[in-house]
Nanobody, 117 residues
Framework: QVQVVESGGGLVQAGGSLRLSCAAS????????MGWYRQTPGNQRELVAV???????NYADSVKGRFTISRDNAKNTVYLQMNSLKPEDTAVYYC???????????WGQGTQVTVST
């Protein structure tokens, strides 16, 4: 059994900040990357940020300079610090866990982020 649980979403004013957390637990052999994706109704899920076990990061152009991804390997936890939030950041944010061997992907249930004007 594998559990991927996100937390930290909510409603925030434009220009504000939120920090998302995602914890993975269960029989996960080896986590290679953890990342955040987001999706709005009618649109494809898109990458927000990803981080490897070694700390290498990749961000969507739309969030560079505003969002920061980090992880605690010992706790199998990933964080997304979101600053200077914009209304267009409104989406359901999903945590992704990519593991080796397999490879396999695990997904959380999503957490809603709403940025108001």
């Amino acid at each position: 059994q594998v559990q991927v649980v996100e937390s930290g979403g909510g409603l925030v004013q434009a220009g504000g900040s939120l920090r998302l957390s995602c914890a993975a637990s269960g029989r996960i052999p080896n986590i290679y990357t953890m990342g955040w994706y987001r999706q709005t109704p009618g649109n494809q899920r898109e990458l927000v940020a990803v981080i490897t076990r070694g700390g290498s990061t990749n961000y969507a152009d739309s969030v560079k300079g505003r969002f920061t991804i980090s992880r605690d390997n010992a706790k199998n936890t990933v964080y997304l610090q979101m600053n200077s939030l914009k209304p267009e950041d409104t989406a359901v944010y999903y945590c992704n866990v990519y593991v080796i061997p397999g490879p396999r992907d695990y997904w959380g249930q999503g957490t809603q982020v709403t940025v108001s004007t």
